[in-house]
């Protein structure tokens, strides 16, 4: 993490900018510095998650209903005015094969890395988000979310991170509020060969 050693007198969008450096090496296809006002919050889409009944909902301690939801990350922007969003763009078709949870892991490890890389620049309050359940993507071979057993700690608490679907973060206007085009994954068979959809992570930055 020596790349992130700043000098005191680095400014501060000298330093953010080092981290869209940092996402792009990580693997990040775009990523750019946002306001927090920028950050669209809908509590219809975080009601999904239960209503619809995702097979993630309840699953971990990174999804309602074990996380503060639309009301509490709304708490968290006030006090956070920049974000960095980032996207992946892959190939839509790996998305149907063994590869999908291998590349959504992938997301909430670079958005972690992002977090990290944040904190050791001095923004220690900074927190990233993801998109899939980690239960499912991390500890699919255990029964039960780990950290939410009794005196339970989460293994992987270096790389999984909260779902954005779970605080009602609306992706979509996200992507456009960053001038980005939001590729969608159509049904399977639409799919084509050169087809592609985009993974989002999120890094609120303090």
Not at 3 to 15: H, I, K, P, T
Not at 21 to 46: D, F, M, N, R
Not at 55 to 78: D, K, Q
Not at 140 to 147: F, I, K, M, S, T
């Amino acid at each position: 993490m020596e790349y992130f050693v700043e000098d005191a007198l680095v400014n501060e969008q000298a330093r953010l900018g080092k981290l869209i450096e940092y996402a792009l090496i990580l693997g990040a296809t775009h990523a750019k510095v946002i306001g927090s006002s920028q950050i669209p919050i809908s509590e219809e889409l975080a009601g999904l998650c239960e209503n619809q009944r995702c097979t993630h909902y309840g699953t971990s301690i990174n999804c309602p209903p074990h996380v503060s939801g639309p009301e509490g990350f709304r708490r968290l922007l006030r006090d956070e005015p920049h974000a960095i969003v980032f996207k992946l763009d892959v190939a839509s078709q790996r998305l149907f094969t063994n590869e999908s949870r291998d590349l959504f892991r992938l997301l909430h490890e670079v958005s972690a890395l992002i977090e990290l890389a944040a904190k050791d620049m001095g923004y220690g309050d900074s927190r990233a988000f993801a998109s899939g359940g980690c239960k499912t993507l991390f500890c699919g071979e255990h029964p039960h979310c780990q950290a939410l057993a009794e005196n339970g700690s989460c293994p992987h608490s270096d790389r999984a991170r909260p779902s954005m679907s779970g605080y009602g973060i609306d992706v979509a206007r996200l992507v456009r509020n960053a001038g980005w085009e939001m590729k969608w994954l159509g049904p399977k068979a639409d799919v084509g060969p050169e087809s592609t959809s985009s993974l989002v992570g999120l890094v609120l930055v303090r």
